[in-house]
């Protein structure tokens, strides 16, 4: 493929020189644009390298971009590259190259109609956003909304290069200059995306201070105009730590785990770095740009219409006062490893539908009714995507006929795809309080700063968790809360978190067991699920 380059004068700002380039800037190509950086008149301020439909870059292509930011700097002119392709981006992060060059994305914006300095905007919050604040308004001095954890580090991880690693990271994501504000005119609480970001260093202290460090911890945030996260790298004589939390309204664990550690380590081992060239700000525009979907809603007060705690929440058998927390652990023992490749619905669906006969057969009724919480990416430019994403599904199921395992399983699939296409309504939900004493489904992947101490993997070593200093006490106060976590040797463990004035562990126990017999028997997929409930 040859290379095209077209040279033109900025419109808007005569002072501006823009070099397209589309096709391959290779070696065979490199020359050319060589010479034609070569014959430019030196009567401008700015030179811009617009690489939005260039499809390749190789070490040759990039010497010459190199070359370009040399003589521009020689020339006291600016040098911007603009939008390159994920692939050509992908190359300067790999190198560096995006540490001493300006990269610029302005594609999405000039196609969604956003105005350059359109972060510093108040934005409103996104339902489940508003919903954790509120949520975390009923015990506003708590860290329930921390997500994060302390690690100590292996010895050889090289603290400045795991500095570069955080800071270029933090930089790189709009999500991380989240600040939460109340707006000037309607007093509503918003947030804008325009905040300062305080470079990520080392510090070295002694014993006695890193001790008063993880006190400081262990307090609740102040949300108002303050920065949304703490990430801390510290040396003491016994060794060297990495503190990472954030406020929970700006990072689900998706983003935490699966997208920002991961990134870190791929920034840290000068791998590849692949980014959405989408932002949240843009995301929580178009969310909250939507008109009012007033099927949507009708469709959720109908799913939940009739919900009743003791025909939809497994029998109580204590009644001890207040709301008491308490969590069970139990690793299910009848998940077969490679039974999901031959099917076509996913884990998600099949651990759902597994809750949801055990629920119905622990009360003995003819249906069930869960609030199942989803990640909320389901676009490919959703899935790099930094930020609170989660979005939370009310399902019901009527077992009022004899059905195949396999077939309830489709059916369910059909059911929680009709409830995506509402997710938009979410509003309705919290607002109206509908899900509140529903039992709620989770699937986990991983344990990167999860809920057990243990060891992660970070930049080719492993780390071990030392504190999780998070409150653990809920402002939710739910009955049932069940978590699956695959972990990464693909064993499944459940997590039952449950109001212990409400159930006794024995209760969970069983459940427990029950959740693992649907698991075997939806496994056979002519199965009867009439007979799985009998």
Known sequence: MKLLIDVNRDAANDGVIVVKLEGRLDANTSSEFNKTLENLSGDFDELQLDLSQLDYMSSAGLRSVLLAKKWTDKENIKFKVVDPKEEVDEVFSMTGFNRFVEIIHTDKGKEDG??????????????????MM??????????????????????????????????????????????????????EISQRFDGSLSKVRIESMSEEEFEKRKRELKKPYQIIDRPLFRIYLIVTPSGKYLYVDFYHVIMDGVATALLFFREVDNRYLGKPVKQSGYSYAEYIRELCSKPKNEAGAAYWRNMLADFDESRHLPPCDRNEGSWNFNAYFATLQNIKKDFFRGTNYSEHIFLLGAIMLAIAKSTGSSNAIMSYVHNGRTTRSEMRLMGLMLTQIPVRYDFDKDIGADDFLEDLKQRVAEGFQYRDSLETVYNEGLEDDCATFILQKGNIMGNVSGEIPLCGTVATI???????????????????VCEDDGTYRLKLEYDASRYSEGMMVRFAESVDEMIKGLQDKDKAVLELLS
């Open 114 to 131: 956003i105005a350059d300095g359109s972060l510093g905007e108040f934005y409103p919050l996104s339902p489940i956003q508003r919903w």
């Open 466 to 484: 030392q504190e999780l200093p998070q409150n653990k006490a809920s402002a939710v106060e739910n009955s049932l809360d069940i978590h699956v």
């Open 134 to 187: 509120d949520t975390h308004f009923q015990k506003a001095n708590s860290t329930m909304m921390n997500e994060g954890g302390l690690a100590k580090l292996d010895d050889s991880i090289d603290m400045e290069r795991l500095a570069g690693a955080l800071n270029d990271t933090l930089a790189a994501h709009d999500i991380f200059r989240c600040r939460i504000l109340f707006h000037p005119d309607t007093g």
